[in-house]
């Protein structure tokens, strides 16, 4: 049996360390701890992240995603 385990998603709890909008970057840092960031903000401190990230999560294309309708 073959087991994948995803990171978890981002929520509306999670917050951007800049500015407290909505995150949906995880930064996963080198030596240790996370940022998280809204998609404005990771777009702007992208390239200094890269240098300093061990792994970087992105779910910025959820901001163009159509919502799923719920059925009653």
């Known amino acids: ?5 995803e990171a ?6 999670d917050r951007c360390d800049r500015c ?9 840092l080198q030596a240790g701890g996370e940022l ?5 903000h990771a777009r702007a401190h ?6 300093i990230a061990a ?3 992105d779910e910025t ?6 919502p799923e309708p719920v059925e009653d």
């Open 8 to 13: 978890p998603r981002l929520s509306a709890k």
């Open 36 to 40: 998280l960031f809204c998609a404005h």
């Open 55 to 57: 792994e970087v999560i």
């Open 46 to 51: 992208g390239d200094a992240l890269k240098d």
């Open 20 to 28: 407290g909008a909505q995150a949906y970057v995880k930064v996963v």
């Open 1 to 5: 049996m073959n087991l994948t385990l």
């Open 61 to 66: 294309e959820r901001l163009h995603a159509k």
